[in-house]
């Protein structure tokens, strides 16, 4: 069962997600606005993660190559997405469904989205790519556009207070650490491991 959740764990995450989607469309009534920009956003993860991964693809491959500079196999490479898809999950479901009562898990969400579309454009400088393009940069500036719209409308109707704004990135960020803990782990390495090879890698 573990090795059949490694293998298709992309496949998993987009059924998962997909049905969300399904689920409330059929069963629930009217969203609140930022049930909308969530429902929306489970949507694009699964577009950026098959981006990202397949169609090009190739993101894996680019830092494994670049960062880690080491040979990761498929099994491990295709076991991530399992990772990478709880963490999305999370990032959809809980603002889904405390959201409009605790605005700091929309900021959070949010600056997850903002991140990625930045992420994506900077890849292109710090990989020196030949082209202006990462796997997964059309989906994550769709992302990032999101997030800042996200933002605007809790600035907008006075739905956050400052502690939201201040607090839900160290959230994403706290989460995000959580999950690349993880992953460094899957192919044998230390969260510590990855400063060093990019340090070995970028600091010339």
Same mark, same amino acid.
């Given at each position: 069962? !573990? ?6 764990? *992309? ?6 997600? *997909? ?24 949507? +694009?993860?699964?577009?950026?993660? !098959? ?12 830092? #494994? ?12 490479? &295709?076991? #991530?997405? +399992?990772?990478?898809?709880? =963490? ?16 700091? =898990? ?21 990989? &020196?790519? #030949? ?18 719209? *996200? ?10 207070? !400052? ?7 160290? *959230? ?22 990855? =400063? ?9």
């Amino acid at each position: 069962m !573990w090795k059949f959740m490694k293998n298709y764990a *992309l496949e998993i995450y987009t059924v998962i997600a *997909l049905a969300l989607i399904v689920g409330v469309a059929i069963f629930m009534g009217e969203l609140t606005v930022v049930q909308q920009f969530v429902v929306f956003l489970s949507f +694009l993860f699964v577009l950026h993660e !098959w981006e990202e991964g397949h169609y090009p693809g190739g993101c894996l491959d680019l830092i #494994s190559a670049n960062v880690l500079q080491m040979d990761v196999d498929m099994e491990t490479k &295709r076991g #991530s997405r +399992l990772i990478t898809g709880v =963490f999305l999950f999370v990032m959809t479901i809980v603002p889904f469904c405390y959201g409009d009562r605790i605005p700091l =898990f929309v900021v959070t969400v949010a600056a997850f989205c903002i991140f990625e579309g930045i992420v994506h454009i900077a890849g292109i400088k710090i990989f &020196r790519l #030949s082209k202006p393009y990462t796997p997964g940069m059309v989906t994550a500036e769709i992302e990032l556009l999101t997030g800042i719209a *996200l933002l605007v409308y809790l600035a907008s109707n006075h739905l956050a207070h !400052w502690y939201d704004y201040l607090f839900g990135p160290f *959230l994403f960020i706290a989460c995000f650490v959580i999950m690349q803990r993880t992953l460094m782990a899957m192919v044998g390495l230390r969260y510590k491991d990855m =400063f060093a090879f990019v340090k070995r890698r970028f600091g010339k």
